[in-house]
């Protein structure tokens, strides 16, 4: 099973309408990243939660973290067309060692498709 | 302020051979970190270098490898190839003191046939 999991995994919206993509983990969370990836092309860096409630936002996208869940969400208000594109959550996730190396665990994404 | 780049962006190899994928860090990253993403998966994490050494390895066998030079540009090298090997190389960079807040470049598509 994955250490970070994505819901839903796909998700096709009508333009304007809000969403919200969940990224559950097992393990304690020290650190969340969300990153948006156009299909075949690189990650592009949203955002980054460090501590729990903390809550960011960029233009329509809201992300949150829960520590206590190990849960975050990614909002966004108003969809559009632009917001297409898979969506995924990567944490430093501790192995039985106690570190993580500068290793990114990411969940298996969600593909967000915006109907005009 | 210049992102991370990558070359090439797709290559074609066969099972056996061996195969070379570079990267160039952003400007002011001293940090860089290889992951491999199958299709319609996340991310794996390969390994990270700093100063030219390696500074954490995930599940990859041995005939995965890397470099870094002084300039903190990186290499990926994968030897003997395998089908499984075929899958889109992304390069990462990052400053140490924020080591996770990686910015990644457009990718390698290889394909091994």
């Known amino acids: 099973s994955q250490e970070l999991e994505q819901s839903p995994q796909s998700l096709i919206v009508q333009e304007g309408k809000n969403l919200t993509i969940n990224c559950t983990s097992s393990?304690?969370?020290?650190?969340l990243y969300w990153y948006k990836q156009k299909y075949g092309e690189g990650l592009i860096f949203l955002m980054m939660?460090?501590?729990?409630?903390e809550e960011k936002s960029h233009e329509k996208i809201t992300a949150k973290l829960d520590e206590k869940k190990q849960q975050s969400s990614l909002h966004i208000t108003a969809s559009q067309p632009s917001h297409a594109g898979i969506y995924l959550c990567?944490?430093?996730?501790?192995?039985?060692?106690?570190?993580?190396?500068?290793?990114?665990?990411f969940g298996q994404g969600t593909i967000l498709t915006v109907h005009p | 302020e210049t992102g991370v780049t990558q070359s090439p962006t797709h290559l074609i190899k066969t099972r056996g051979q061996q195969v070379t994928l570079r990267c160039s860090s952003q400007?002011?990253?001293?940090?860089v970190s290889w992951y491999q993403q199958a299709l319609g998966q996340g991310p794996q994490f390969i390994f990270q270098?700093?100063?030219?050494?390696?500074?954490g390895r995930g599940n990859f066998p041995p005939r995965f490898s890397g470099l870094q030079f002084p300039n903190y540009s990186s290499e990926l090298n994968v030897n003997a190839l395998e089908l499984d090997d075929s899958a889109l190389y992304l390069c990462?960079?990052?400053?140490?003191?924020?080591?996770?807040?990686?910015?990644f470049g457009p990718g390698t598509r290889l394909t091994v046939t």
């Open positions: 990462a960079s990052s400053a140490l003191r924020v080591p996770y807040e990686q910015y």
């Open positions: 393990k304690t969370l020290y650190g």
């Open positions: 939660l460090q501590k729990g409630g």
């Open positions: 990567g944490s430093p996730l501790l192995n039985a060692g106690g570190t993580s190396y500068g290793k990114l665990t």
């Open positions: 400007s002011g990253h001293n940090t």
């Open positions: 270098y700093y100063r030219e050494e390696e500074n």
